[in-house]
């Protein structure tokens, strides 16, 4: 985040697997709202506010907590109007580093063209802040930023060549995404945990028309 400015900006979140693509669920789900922590004490003292609490590290569900990180846990109807308070190992932190932005939306591919159409009626120059892995590049983020590219290709210039990079994977790949990303990293990774429909059910594109937006640090619709 130190090489972009944010103060000028809508910022657009995406952590694929699985953090904004739960949000997304969520929110489509009938969730009032989602407060993210970067720090997983932090998420934890908000059970005694009557908070649901979600989230993950390294990929498992946290000990103590109501929810892990499969968007499938977040279409239970007992859920509809509650408060979750939820942290990631990657999601959340990369929304911690957008604060400052003028405005701060939840991207995945479950929401692709309804972020597209937001960003369209926007005035402010757009960054996609991919979550990564640890502070490093993962493959899914990066395809869904080539994605939002391609869509907004004839509207938006983009300012360096990564935008661009981006495109161009997302373009080789968008034929079977879960055939191009079954050797990077973090489907690797989460393969182990055996949650192969996760992971396809997260490179669906379209499959809502949500658009969570941060306010006063919680998240809405």
């Known amino acids: 985040m130190h090489l972009y400015t944010v103060h000028d900006k809508t910022v657009v979140v995406v952590d694929i697997?699985?953090?904004?693509?739960?949000?997304?669920?969520a929110f489509a789900h009938g969730i009032e709202s989602i407060t993210p922590f970067a720090k997983l004490d932090d998420c934890l003292a908000m059970q005694k506010k009557g908070y649901?609490?979600?989230g993950e590290r390294d990929g498992k569900k946290v000990d103590g907590f109501d929810l892990g990180n499969s968007p499938f846990e977040y279409m239970n109807p007992a859920l509809k109007g509650k408060k979750i308070a939820f942290t990631t190992t990657n999601g959340t932190q990369a929304i911690a580093k957008s604060e400052g932005a003028r405005e701060i939306l939840i991207g995945s591919f479950l929401n692709?063209?309804?972020v597209t159409d937001s960003l369209l009626t926007s005035e402010n120059n757009v960054l996609v802040v991919c979550?990564?892995?640890?502070?490093?590049v993962n493959l899914e983020d990066t395809l869904f930023a080539g994605a939002l590219v391609e869509?907004?290709?004839?509207?938006?210039?983009?300012?360096?060549?990564?935008p661009l990079a981006a495109q161009h994977l997302y373009n080789q790949a968008k034929n079977n995404?879960?055939?191009f990303l079954s050797e990077s990293s973090h489907v690797k990774r989460l393969a182990r945990l055996n949650i192969?429909?996760?992971i396809e059910f997260c490179l669906t594109?379209?499959?809502?028309?949500?658009?969570?937006?941060?306010?006063?640090?919680?998240?809405?619709?």
């Open 17 to 25: 697997l699985r953090a904004t693509s739960c949000m997304t669920t």
């Open 52 to 54: 649901f609490t979600a």
């Open 112 to 114: 692709l063209s309804s």
């Open 131 to 136: 979550a990564g892995w640890k502070g490093k």
């Open 151 to 162: 869509k907004l290709k004839d509207h938006i210039e983009p300012d360096c060549d990564a």
């Open 177 to 179: 995404m879960v055939k």
């Open 196 to 198: 192969r429909k996760d």
């Open 205 to 221: 594109p379209d499959q809502y028309n949500v658009v969570p937006s941060l306010q006063a640090g919680v998240l809405s619709i």
